[in-house]
């Protein structure tokens, strides 16, 4: 036993030096002005909206954020934005303690948005000038500001690799005209939680876009068209619609937060590998403030855990994560998982 703990606390220690990413965001300025206290609450909001799922306008709105929340900003940077886009800002990036962030929002009663997002594969169109329409291409302008505002937002996604053969059977137009066979495709071969399908129109004096947002294949497409000047505005506004649709209804209402000692085991941990796995994710988990191990042996870890949520809400957000598996099995106000490979 000496020796698992030994070996636990140095995964306690790897675990710590992984920051969770919803714990780090970003927000575009302008690379002619220093660093200035409203570049640091642009990103801190930026932060706060990737956590809680509400859009930056609205958390703007509040009266949530002020100046102590720059004391959980670890460090911060710019990133400098690709020369060929042509774009004279940078971006400017925060990086919180997610602990602390966590419990300054539900003593202001911010709801927080659990990380196991769904997962959305994009296929994206561009429609030129001259009428001709392709596949994006990899590392085009529209795909670079795409996956920047979906990332920044939360949002775990993957683009359509238009040299993948087992849809080129497709065609640009099969996007454009939001196919069924096309999403049933896609649902078939990368089985995403959510499908999204885009048109990005390029003008003269600017773009449009036609987006339909598929939850299953057999759904119905929420559809979203909307003209605009500047392409990373343009598509931060798609990237937050889509914010809003997969965050509501997956809130936990900072009501629900409290201060709860859990009795947890984890069966079927097999290997250090797993191990560290699953301690990394168990530190980088909201809804846990601290846990230590009490036992192991025979491919189970017991745990003592202080966590934010009920059993209940415990178990349910755990599972829907995917690394555990809620067995209910009701043994001595214990709750048991099974570790999922």
Same mark, same amino acid.
């Given at each position: 036993?000496?020796?698992?703990?030994? @070996? @636990?606390?140095?995964?306690?220690?790897?675990?710590?030096?992984?920051? *969770?990413? !919803?714990?780090?965001?970003?927000?575009?300025?302008?690379?002619?002005?220093?660093?200035?206290?409203?570049?640091?609450?642009?990103?801190?909001?930026?932060?706060? +909206?990737?956590?809680?799922?509400?859009?930056?306008?609205?958390?703007?709105?509040?009266?949530?954020?002020?100046?102590?929340?720059?004391?959980?900003?670890?460090?911060?940077?710019?990133?400098?934005?690709?020369?060929?886009?042509?774009?004279?800002?940078?971006?400017?990036?925060?990086?919180?303690?997610?602990?602390?962030?966590?419990?300054? &929002?539900? *003593?202001?009663?911010?709801?927080?948005?659990?990380?196991? $997002?769904?997962? &959305?594969?994009?296929?994206?169109?561009?429609? /030129?000038?001259?009428?001709?329409?392709?596949?994006?291409?990899?590392?085009?302008?529209?795909?670079?500001?795409?996956?920047?505002?979906?990332?920044?937002?939360?949002?775990?996604?993957?683009?359509?690799?238009?040299?993948?053969?087992?849809? !080129?059977?497709?065609?640009?137009? *099969?996007?454009?005209? &939001?196919?069924?066979?096309?999403?049933?495709?896609?649902?078939?071969?990368? %089985?995403?939680?959510?499908?999204?399908?885009?048109?990005?129109?390029?003008?003269?004096?600017?773009?449009?876009? $036609?987006?339909?947002?598929?939850?299953?294949?057999?759904?119905?497409?929420?559809?979203?068209? $909307?003209?605009?000047?500047?392409?990373?505005?343009?598509?931060?506004?798609?990237?937050?619609?889509?914010?809003?649709?997969?965050?509501?209804? %997956?809130?936990?209402?900072?009501?629900?937060?409290?201060?709860?000692? !859990?009795?947890?085991?984890?069966?079927?941990?097999?290997?250090?590998?797993?191990?560290? #796995? @699953?301690? $990394?994710?168990?530190?980088? /988990?909201?809804?846990?403030?601290?846990? %230590?191990?009490?036992?192991?042996? %025979?491919?189970?870890?017991? !745990?003592?855990?202080?966590?934010? #949520?009920?059993?209940?809400?415990?178990?349910?957000?755990?599972?829907?994560?995917?690394?555990? /598996?809620?067995?209910?099995?009701?043994?001595?106000?214990?709750?048991?998982? +099974?570790?999922?490979?």
């Amino acid at each position: 036993m000496k020796n698992v703990i030994y @070996l @636990l606390c140095l995964l306690a220690t790897t675990a710590v030096a992984q920051l *969770d990413n !919803l714990n780090a965001a970003a927000t575009l300025v302008d690379q002619q002005n220093p660093q200035d206290n409203a570049q640091m609450m642009a990103a801190l909001t930026a932060v706060i +909206s990737k956590k809680s799922g509400l859009s930056e306008a609205e958390i703007a709105q509040q009266s949530w954020l002020d100046a102590s929340f720059k004391d959980v900003i670890l460090r911060h940077y710019y990133e400098q934005i690709p020369a060929n886009l042509e774009y004279s800002g940078l971006w400017f990036h925060v990086v919180t303690d997610g602990a602390k962030l966590n419990q300054m &929002l539900i *003593d202001r009663n911010v709801p927080l948005w659990p990380p196991n $997002r769904p997962d &959305l594969f994009i296929w994206l169109v561009e429609e /030129q000038e001259d009428g001709s329409l392709s596949h994006a291409q990899q590392n085009s302008a529209a795909e670079y500001w795409l996956n920047k505002v979906l990332t920044n937002k939360g949002i775990e996604h993957q683009f359509y690799n238009s040299m993948d053969a087992d849809l !080129l059977q497709f065609k640009p137009e *099969d996007v454009s005209y &939001l196919n069924p066979d096309l999403v049933n495709k896609v649902y078939l071969d990368y %089985q995403p939680d959510q499908v999204l399908l885009i048109k990005l129109r390029h003008f003269r004096s600017g773009y449009s876009y $036609r987006a339909g947002l598929f939850e299953s294949a057999d759904s119905d497409a929420h559809i979203e068209n $909307r003209q605009f000047v500047s392409l990373p505005e343009g598509l931060d506004f798609l990237a937050t619609s889509i914010q809003q649709k997969l965050a509501d209804g %997956q809130r936990i209402d900072a009501g629900e937060f409290g201060d709860f000692t !859990l009795a947890v085991t984890i069966n079927d941990i097999s290997d250090a590998s797993a191990m560290l #796995v @699953l301690w $990394r994710y168990l530190h980088n /988990q909201p809804l846990i403030k601290n846990f %230590q191990a009490t036992a192991y042996g %025979q491919k189970s870890l017991q !745990l003592q855990v202080n966590a934010r #949520v009920d059993s209940d809400t415990f178990a349910k957000v755990l599972t829907k994560d995917g690394l555990l /598996q809620h067995m209910p099995l009701g043994i001595n106000n214990r709750i048991v998982f +099974s570790w999922q490979p």
